[in-house]
């Protein structure tokens, strides 16, 4: 059963690396918009949409992270 969730915490880490090298790709194109820019509300609320996506995503990363840091603690006092 550890073994179980300590692949998954594997794998949702690989998958948490490599949104985030896609978020600093993305970030670099940002920044290189012009100071006139304007985005559409459909764009804002897909914007907001996709940050509460990853708000969501990054607890659950959290939580997996501090059940392996517990299943790890348990060991240690095995």
Same mark, same amino acid.
């Not at 692949?7 to 880490?13: E, F, G, H, S």
């Not at 609320?45 to 995503?57: A, G, N, T, V």
């Given at each position: 059963?550890?073994?179980?969730?300590?692949? @998954?915490?594997?794998?949702?880490? *690989?998958?948490?690396?490599?949104?985030?090298?896609?978020?600093?790709?993305?970030?670099? *194109?940002?920044?290189?918009?012009?100071?006139?820019?304007?985005?559409?509300?459909?764009?804002?609320?897909? @914007?907001?949409?996709?940050?509460? %996506?990853?708000?969501?995503?990054?607890?659950? @990363?959290?939580?997996?992270?501090? *059940?392996?840091?517990?299943?790890? %603690?348990?060991? @240690?006092?095995?």
């Amino acid at each position: 059963m550890h073994k179980c969730f300590l692949a @998954l915490d594997n794998r949702i880490v *690989k998958d948490y690396i490599v949104f985030m090298n896609k978020y600093d790709r993305q970030k670099i *194109k940002v920044e290189t918009l012009p100071d006139n820019f304007e985005m559409s509300n459909k764009q804002t609320l897909i @914007l907001i949409r996709d940050l509460f %996506e990853m708000i969501k995503d990054n607890n659950e @990363l959290i939580q997996l992270m501090d *059940k392996r840091i517990k299943i790890l %603690e348990l060991r @240690l006092k095995n």
